[in-house]
């Protein structure tokens, strides 16, 4: 019961958000009564936080599985991080973050899964940099931090502004830069430059 | 009439959030009629939009007028850091932008004013670095985007675990690596590695 509660708010939230599901929603949805949903998550807010965490996770599993099909550093990355921000999959769990910050109840399991997505992410990461004998250009922990503070600034930015997953994907990549190399030569790292005073930056002026 | 709303809905929502601040709590705030924030604003919501904005725009504007007296590169990007997530400064823009998924009316003004944040960082970094004479890693608007992603990531992270200030700005700057470099000899990129498939990730597991 416990699971198809979830499952069922999950498919709701991700249409309605928070505020457009109600408790009555979930329950007709899940084929339950409203009361079992406050006796397993106590409030909307909880099962809301619950699910947006157990989907962020999957999420990211689905990705790495993925991922660990590409042939290439840069299809690694690609595969990556197309997974991550595919059908605005990270969108309830940004909503879930910023809840928090008003719900320091709710706060211990956004940051377990913080924790779990950053300790998967680089074991994964580790493993198929060990696998393929691919060169890391940080350490897989360092990586992972980086990859999913990255990641959820750009779902962020993106759902605000109406990005496609397509657009928020590349932003991620070119914001990730290289990650790897798949032999010493080609891992060049991006050269340092003078930049002129007078050369204007090529993002047109507002 | 219009920026004194501005300075009173901001001191509210930044203590009570947006649920927690009421039209007629800004107008007592500012010494005005309830009306008179329907007039220039319409709605709450779209002046709390307008408040965060601001605020980003002048953290932003504030910071880069801090780091314009570092004497290192790493001092500069130190600066600038910890000016962004001084006293919790960013969180109501995280708010705004995740409100703005769901406000598609609202998502213009925060569209242009993250384009400004990128437009106005990447000439105050492209200024910076050609008046020192520093080399850097990427063009400025890379630089300026992958400098709010990650801020926006680590903000939204940090808001939702209650990290602190000095937290956050240390999590940024591991996130952001080398930005920039006074001298070609001391500005090695992160040396490429190879990861022993039994090398653990250093983060403990959950």
Not at 97 to 114: E, G, K, M, N, V
Not at 156 to 172: F, K, N, V
């Amino acid at each position: 019961m416990r699971s198809r509660l979830l499952d069922a708010a999950s498919a709701l939230f991700r249409v309605h958000g928070l505020a457009g599901t109600s408790i009555g929603a979930i329950a007709a949805a899940a084929d339950a009564f409203p009361s079992q949903i406050t006796y397993y998550f106590r409030t909307k807010e909880a099962l809301f936080v619950e699910a947006a965490c157990r989907d962020a996770l999957r999420l990211a599993e689905r990705a790495e599985k993925a991922a660990a099909r590409a042939r290439t550093p840069a299809a690694y990355v690609r595969a990556l991080v197309d997974g991550i921000m595919r059908g605005d999959g990270l969108a309830p769990f940004v909503e879930a973050l910023t809840l928090a910050r008003r719900r320091p109840d709710l706060a211990p399991q956004i940051a377990r899964t913080i924790e779990r997505l950053h300790v998967e992410g680089a074991r994964a990461y580790a493993g198929e940099m060990a696998r393929r004998g691919w060169l890391t250009r940080r350490p897989a922990d360092l990586s992972a931090r980086r990859f999913w503070a990255i990641a959820l600034g750009i779902a962020l930015e993106g759902q605000a502004t109406g990005r496609s997953a397509a657009e928020m994907s590349a932003a991620m990549r070119e914001a990730l830069g290289e990650m790897a190399s798949a032999e010493p030569a080609g891992a060049t790292a991006p050269p340092l430059r003078l930049v002129a005073a007078s050369a204007p930056p090529s993002a047109k002026p507002a």
